[in-house]
């Protein structure tokens, strides 16, 4: 099937969508309001740094407690009968048809002081906690939201594992620890380094959550980049400028991420 | 106690008279010529969130009515605060036919020649406009804008946790006592205003020292903060979970008519911000002429009272005034005394350094002081040596494994 | 062992459903006032009143609508591509797989703003906004790449010579496409469709800096968040969410179905 032309008219369409509007990112970080070339955008991040500080570092907490909690669930979810594996997962995605905003704004719900937890708490006579706009709250939030993406590489890798490799593994001698330390951990890396980005990537650059759950005083990134272009300090090229760091940030995390990778390379891979 | 009685019965009486005899013409006319033809026109319409009547409970439906009258249809959609305003207006591609800024973003648009000149031929019911409201300072000559709403900021607190003596300053608001449970606007001009009003300042400095110290007095309150927002601010004083919150007056009297624990002053320590929300047609309207209609409906008196009747702010027209109930007229929160107005001041669209200046501060108060370049720098220098170093690791494991 | 492993799935699915019973819980609250955590009584008002809510039922068909389109066009684009750089040199391809990996790497408010500024450019230059219209585009864009990810290895699945096989039995190139290509890849083309229609319509960040004055279900419901969301949201998201939950179930229990008639047609002869 010789048809290569079937793919111009996807090559044009995304040059003109994705590419040349990151090149149009590139542009406005470099220049100011009239056009003119300048550093001032990217010398102006460096006041948010704290800002980017505090996003890696929630990014970076949500991502652990996701893989803490998500991967004993993959691995039991896997190891369960064919017929409540199929139940079991398609109930861990059930929950993102609903609307992700409402899912959060319910959380609110549960938070609040006066919310349905605190009520819960006072009635069985624990004293009331302050959950909502806090860091914690935040974190919860990132958890919440982007849990099932570090479930599911997790489990289509474990799910796709030789199981003679693990009977052979124990026939050697292996104990279930070292069998666990030894062979379904290391196999399962591509699954775990795939839901770590998954769930990293929109953590560290989320702007809902923190405004619906930290009470607009834990800004992440994200709330700075929407302030720029659609919020209370219009400036587009500060915004730009300060996406860029982002991408460059995200960029080398993949590229470290894909070192630990280390199957062969994958057609979709990317070159870093 | 009769004569009172009496009184009150005859100023009901004639206020029922005014509002049948002017709803007369208009609803005769409704049920003879029912709704008018579709024009097929529609216009986008950006107001301020829960900021016109919509039909709930009985209500007037306002964006209905006009649709009902005129055959215009309306898209209608609100902004939170006039920056975000601003911002869509310049950088976010829309286009709007009728906007309603407050004054100090009248003047800001004004000047960057983002406004229409207004036809008032086709909006003859500026003529209700009251005198004072009319040529103001953001828009001297009057040729841009039409006002719709006015008002002054207060505090609301909750009854059972704070009392009332405490809410005649500012100061309540940065009292550690209610650490956690005080709300701070989330746009830097009115949370900066509150700040410059304790330390004596004009909202319309430019002296950057000036803004400095105001940043310093809002840092100090951030810890007592539960958080920074804008419509929310309603919800949260309702359910009991704020206790202090800092807002617009016309919201505050809906909210104290309903919950029987919400109180609202207006400070009478250091001076109050009185606004003007006003409508005006943005630069590449296409549908000028409709928006102009659209304008004219608002400056309806009868739809202009059962507007103000609904969101509760403060009408620039006193022949709507005349059709609301007397106790309204009468409530200090909608009409403040003159002696809080003679001292309340406006905002003036600051200068474009000075502007600058805000934004950065109010960047720094929500996040805590500016950060270092450095640190910045030396993260994205860290994970990119840690990359630089596994693939140097990588690369010798593999050629000791070659050999 | 198997105690513990229960409760602890237990928990996990709890964390995951709480705030969604809550929705669809509130979704009856027969209250005036709104109010998001006092129960005040069992009624279906909100319900009745959803339908008749204009700007609701508005914005829900917008969605829907580029939802579809964005369906539609990222699925034919999308497997058009997959074919087309099967059949690309090695270095092509590795280009044209980094290009299409790019949105998915990308964090999307990226994405979103980046699109936002070419699209305000374009408009200013023929004079008109955003709307609808670049909404459909930047949502095309970003469903593109599942596509092409979901029909890619379909193709390298399927034996090359099968379509060659067609040529020389006398069928037409397009006939032999259509009937001998399609029908091998045609789960990995469904489910594309599926992933770009469910993406598009939970879409809200992407949207948000492409919409101008267009609002979608997303959309509206965060200017609803900056006060309170009415109940109306809950009532609306829980007829959806019940939808999906039945379709599911019809979808798992015909392949239960399929699957014992197998086991039944193996086990027989």
Redesign the interface.
């Known amino acids: ?11 044009v ?3 003109l ?6 090149l ?2 590139v542009f ?1 970080a470099f220049t100011d309001k009239s056009g003119n070339f300048t550093l001032q955008n990217l ?1 102006g ?10 996003s ?1 570092w929630l990014g970076a907490i949500a991502t652990v407690i996701c893989l803490v ?1 998500g991967f ?2 993959a691995y ?1 979810i896997a190891r369960t009968g064919r ?1 409540s594996q ?3 997962v ?3 995605m ?17 938070l ?5 937890l605190n ?1 819960l708490f006072e009635a069985i006579g624990l004293p009331k906690l ?1 959950m909502i ?1 806090t860091a914690g709250a935040v974190v919860l939030g990132m958890v ?1 939201n982007y ?2 993406f570090m479930i599911l590489p997790i489990y289509s890798i474990l799910t796709k594992m030789d199981s003679s490799v693990i009977e052979a593994a124990q026939d050697l001698g292996a104990d279930r620890r070292q069998v666990f330390l030894k062979v379904t951990l290391p196999m399962s890396t591509p699954g775990i380094i795939s839901g770590v ?1 998954m769930v990293f ?2 953590a ?2 989320t ?2 959550i923190s405004k ?1 759950l930290g ?3 834990n ?1 992440l990134i ?1 709330d ?4 720029q ?8 090229n500060l ?2 400028a300060i ?1 860029l ?12 991420m894909n ?1 630990f990778d280390d199957g062969e390379e994958s ?2 891979g ?2 870093i | 106690m009769g004569k009172n009685w009496i009184q009150k019965r005859i100023a009901f009486l004639f206020s029922a008279l005014m509002i049948a005899s002017l709803c007369m013409v208009p609803a005769s006319a409704e049920e003879d010529t029912e709704a008018a033809p579709d024009t097929g026109v529609t216009i986008n319409v950006y107001n301020w969130g829960e900021y016109i009547s919509n039909g709930v409970d009985g209500t007037l439906d306002v964006n209905a009515e006009f649709t009902k009258r005129t055959g215009i249809h309306v898209n209608y959609t609100t902004f939170d605060t006039n920056e975000s305003l601003y911002s869509k207006l310049s950088g976010g591609g829309a286009e709007y036919d009728v906007i309603i800024p407050s004054d100090y973003m009248v003047s800001k648009l004004i000047g960057e020649d983002m406004l229409e000149k207004l036809d008032f031929d086709k909006i003859p019911n500026f003529k209700y406009i009251d005198d004072q409201f009319r040529n103001p300072a953001y828009d001297p000559e009057n040729a841009y804008s039409v006002p719709y709403t006015w008002g002054v900021i207060g505090i609301f607190y909750n009854k059972n946790y704070v009392d009332a003596s405490e809410t005649t300053s500012w100061k309540v608001l940065w009292d550690p006592k209610y650490k956690g449970k005080i709300l701070m606007f989330d746009n830097p001009r009115d949370s900066f205003g509150i700040a410059q009003k304790i330390l004596g300042q004009s909202y319309n400095t430019t002296d950057a020292n000036d803004w400095q110290a105001a940043a310093n007095l809002l840092k100090q309150q951030k810890p007592l903060v539960q958080a920074y927002v804008m419509d929310q601010i309603f919800d949260k004083m309702d359910g009991g979970e704020a206790w202090l919150a800092p807002y617009y007056a016309g919201d505050a009297a809906t909210l104290v008519e309903n919950n029987p624990n919400i109180g609202f002053t207006i400070p009478t320590d250091e001076p109050t911000n009185s606004f003007v929300d006003a409508a005006c047609i943005p630069k590449g309207s296409s549908h000028k002429e409709e928006a102009e209609a659209y304008i004219n409906f608002l400056c309806d008196p009868e739809i202009a009272a059962a507007n103000v009747s609904y969101i509760g702010y403060s009408t620039p027209e006193s022949a709507a005034k005349e059709l609301l109930p007397e106790e309204t007229v009468e409530n200090p929160i909608y009409y403040p005394p003159r002696e809080i107005m003679d001292k309340a001041e406006v905002y003036v669209n600051l200068p474009e350094d000075t502007n600058m200046l805000l934004d950065t501060l109010w960047a720094e108060v929500k996040m805590g002081g500016p950060g270092e370049s450095a640190t910045l720098v030396a993260v994205l220098a860290a994970f990119l040596l840690l990359y630089i170093g596994i693939v140097i690791h990588k690369r010798r494991k593999r050629k000791r494994e070659l050999q | 062992m198997k105690v513990l492993s229960k409760i602890y799935c237990f928990f996990i699915y709890l964390f995951l459903y709480a705030p969604i019973v809550v929705l669809i819980v509130f979704s009856f609250n027969d209250s005036t006032t709104m109010s998001r955590s006092v129960w005040s009584g069992f009624s279906f008002k909100w319900y009745g009143q959803l339908f008749s809510d204009r700007l609701i039922m508005q914005a829900l068909g917008n969605t829907i609508l580029i939802a579809v389109v964005a369906a539609v066009v990222s699925t034919i684009l999308g497997t058009a591509a997959a074919i087309g750089i099967n059949s690309l040199k090695r270095w092509p391809r590795r280009l044209v797989m980094n290009i299409t990996n790019l949105p998915m790497v990308n964090p999307e408010i990226v994405t979103g703003v980046s699109m936002m500024l070419l699209f305000v450019i374009a408009v200013r230059a023929m004079n008109t906004s955003l709307g609808i219209g670049s909404i459909m585009i930047a949502h095309i864009t970003f469903c593109l790449p599942y596509v092409i990810l979901s029909v890619k290895p379909k193709l390298s699945q399927m034996d090359p010579n099968l379509y060659e096989a067609a040529l020389d039995l006398g069928y037409h190139p397009s006939q032999a496409f259509f009937k001998v290509v399609i029908p091998e890849i045609i789960p990995g083309i469904v489910t594309g469709m599926i992933m770009a229609f469910t993406l598009s319509i939970d879409d809200f960040i992407i949207s948000y800096f492409t919409s101008g004055t267009t609002q979608t279900l997303p959309i509206y419901i965060y200017s609803m968040t900056r006060k309170r969301i009415s109940p109306e949201i809950n009532a609306l998201s829980t007829l959806l969410f019940a939808i999906v939950l039945i379709l599911l179930l019809i979808v798992n229990l015909r392949k239960e179905k399929e699957n014992k008639e197998i086991l039944q047609d193996e086990e027989e002869p």
Do not use: H
């Open positions: 099937m010789k048809s290569k032309k079937a793919c111009y008219p996807y090559v369409w995304m040059v969508f994705v590419v040349v509007p990151m149009m990112v406005f010398l991040v460096g006041q948010y740094s704290n800002v980017f500080l505090r890696i909690l004993p669930l039991l017929k199929s139940i079991m398609m109930l861990i059930l929950p993102m048809w609903m609307n992700f905003l409402l899912r959060t704004y319910a959380w609110m719900t549960l609040e002081d006066n919310g349905i009520q302050q706009n919440y849990l099932p980005t990537v929109p560290v650059s702007f809902i619906m009470g607009g005083a800004l994200g700075l980049i929407d302030m272009f659609l919020g209370s300090a219009y400036n587009p915004g730009s996406s760091v982002l991408m460059v940030l995200i960029l080398i995390c993949m590229g470290i070192q057609n979709g990317l070159m």
